[in-house]
């Protein structure tokens, strides 16, 4: 009797345990095998492409499924715009460089593999140039020491060097541009959100603003004009701002382009005045054109001197599209909901006989909205 309640006794202990270690295994177990299977399901799945490391250290997939707009401003360390060609060459920059806005639209990644790719960039943005250098001889320093200096002084003095002089002649460039530009990126986005990239595309540009080429001939032109009547006048300063290819009359500012050519009729002068006031034009000249606009007070209203100050620089008033642009940048990860992005970008292109280049080094912050 006691042996059989004993047996009965420990058969019952055994099954006790069993029981309840299989009720403390099986329905945890079955509970972490799901969750682990749907968060795999989630974001890893098969048409998902990632290394074996991205998966192991559970970083998601990138949000942007569509495409991503970024507004955002900038800042620019280095910002330079060139004119050069017809003999003729002008160098403007920024003097003190204030934040910028502008607005991106990037598409999703295309993906090459882990780690290239290709991407849509969408950049626009505008810059304002104010600081205007320009290049005038060096004075020959070793002139009475060239007999003892040998052939090396000799061909150095020989040689037509110049001391770049950085001054604010008063003249202004607007530029409103837009980039359309694939580029290809380094850098894996789902692992450390840095990247790299690369890219050429196209540019629209808009300049608008005046330029001091610091030519003679036009220095002569207007001066031989000024000693003529008022219209004489005019339309000699007409014919000089057509003659030097930077405005466009076929793609331009309308109101400016008919006001210049205009420019004798009626009150026309004193309109050009008005509107380029409204515009934000820099309204500061040359000694020389303050020197030949003189004698002229009496024919002149102050707001038609005003115009002559504008119109004694070369004008600039033209529209190019599709023209090569380029950017090189560096990406970082979010901060927030912020991003970072160092970068050197600009178009270059011809036109009407110029070789036009505007190069920037900025920093930008911008804030990704992903769709």
């Known amino acids: 009797m006691k042996r059989s309640f004993y047996v009965i006794f420990f058969l019952f202990i055994y099954l006790s345990v069993g029981l309840i270690s299989n009720s403390f295994a099986s329905p945890w177990r079955a509970g972490l095998d799901e969750d682990v299977l749907k968060e795999i399901k989630e974001h890893y799945d098969s048409g998902q492409k990632g290394t074996k490391f991205d998966r192991d250290l559970g970083v998601p997939k990138s949000k942007a499924k569509y495409f991503s707009i970024q507004p955002g401003g900038s800042y620019d360390f280095l910002s330079d715009l060139t004119f050069n060609g017809r003999g003729r060459s002008a160098d403007m920059g920024i003097g003190r460089p204030t934040p910028n806005f502008f607005f991106d639209i990037r598409s999703k990644d295309l993906k090459i593999n882990e780690a290239f790719g290709v991407q849509l960039l969408f950049h626009s943005a505008s810059k304002e140039f104010d600081r205007q250098s320009y290049s005038v001889p060096a004075p020959d320093a070793d002139s009475s020491s060239g007999s003892s200096s040998g052939s090396s002084s000799s061909s150095t003095t020989g040689e037509n060097k110049k001391n770049q002089v950085t001054a604010d002649?008063?003249?202004?460039?607007?530029?409103?541009?837009?980039?359309?530009?694939?580029?290809?990126?380094?850098?894996?986005?789902?692992?450390?959100?840095?990247?790299?990239?690369?890219?050429?595309?196209?540019?629209?540009?808009?300049?608008?603003?005046?330029?001091?080429?610091?030519?003679?001939?036009?220095?002569?032109?207007?001066?031989?004009?000024?000693?003529?009547?008022?219209?004489?006048?005019?339309?000699?300063?007409?014919?000089?701002?057509?003659?030097?290819?930077?405005?466009?009359?076929?793609?331009?500012?309308?109101?400016?382009?008919?006001?210049?050519?205009?420019?004798?009729?009626?009150?026309?002068?004193?309109?050009?005045?008005?509107?380029?006031?409204?515009?934000?034009?820099?309204?500061?000249?040359d000694i020389i054109s303050l020197f030949v606009y003189a004698n002229l007070q009496g024919n002149f209203t102050p707001l038609e001197l005003l115009a002559l100050s504008a119109l004694s620089r070369t004008s600039v008033n033209a529209k190019d599209r599709q023209v090569f642009a380029y950017m090189l940048y560096v990406e970082t990860p979010k901060f927030g909901f912020v991003r970072a992005r160092l970068s050197w970008h600009g178009p270059l292109f011809k036109d009407s006989g110029y070789t036009i280049h505007m190069s920037t080094l900025e920093f930008a912050l911008m804030v990704p909205i992903d769709f």
């Not at 692992?191 to 890219?199: H, N, P």
């Not at 000024?226 to 500012?253: H, I, M």
């Open 169 to 285: 002649l008063g003249t202004r460039v607007k530029v409103d541009y837009n980039y359309i530009i694939p580029t290809f990126y380094w850098g894996n986005p789902e692992v450390d959100g840095f990247r790299m990239g690369l890219g050429f595309g196209l540019a629209d540009m808009r300049l608008r603003g005046n330029v001091d080429f610091r030519d003679p001939g036009d220095t002569l032109a207007k001066m031989y004009g000024a000693t003529g009547d008022r219209e004489s006048f005019l339309n000699t300063l007409s014919f000089v701002q057509l003659s030097s290819g930077l405005v466009d009359l076929r793609k331009g500012d309308p109101i400016f382009n008919y006001l210049l050519l205009n420019l004798s009729q009626g009150n026309n002068l004193e309109l050009m005045g008005a509107y380029l006031a409204s515009q934000g034009t820099h309204f500061s000249t």
